[in-house]
């Protein structure tokens, strides 16, 4: 992901406490932090030497605009955090070749509500990426058609 980012910042959406920040920055790359509350990543930084790398930006992702321009994002990671209106604005935002990773959530407990539908991801990214990896596994309820995915994607040029 690092390489295919062509020196463009690698975006760590919902990053929690930056563990897959920090991970990028080590190939220095340059990482635009989001979280609503970056809390628990900002008491990590005294002790990681990659700081100067990250950029952090504290906003609501479901309510505040979203800050990124047209193909300006080398690639975005998503980790434990879902929300399919969010796939416009990385398919914007992306650069062509630029990656997209995203994991949802487990199927533990009640997580499974949050989930998408089988192929639901696949359908909603199929025309303007390649699917490097793509891994569905059904959890919850029978009825319920829910998955966890994981997926790796390349942003096809735009057309």
């Known amino acids: 992901m690092a390489d295919a980012a062509l020196g463009c910042p690698i975006i760590d959406v919902a990053c929690g406490s930056g563990r ?14 989001v979280d609503r509350d970056l809390t628990r990543l900002k008491k990590q930084l005294p002790s990681q030497s990659v700081s100067p790398r990250l ?7 479901l309510r505040d605009p979203w800050p990124f321009g047209q193909q300006t994002i080398g690639g975005i990671v998503l980790v434990d955090f879902l929300d399919l ?5 990385f398919e914007n935002s992306l650069i062509a070749d630029g990656y997209l990773l ?7 407990g009640g997580n499974y509500l949050e989930l998408p539908k089988a192929n639901e991801l696949r359908r ?35 057309r």
């Open 85 to 89: 209106s969010l796939l416009s604005l």
């Open 102 to 108: 995203i994991e949802t959530v487990s199927g533990r």
């Open 124 to 158: 909603a990214l199929e025309k303007s990426f390649y699917f490097r990896i793509y891994r569905e596994v059904k959890v919850g309820p029978r009825a319920s058609d829910a998955v966890t995915v994981r997926l790796l994607a390349r942003r096809q040029a735009m």
């Open 20 to 33: 897959n920040a920090f991970y990028l920055a080590e190939f220095n790359s340059n990482v635009i932090c």
């Open 55 to 61: 950029a952090l930006i504290e906003m609501d992702l």
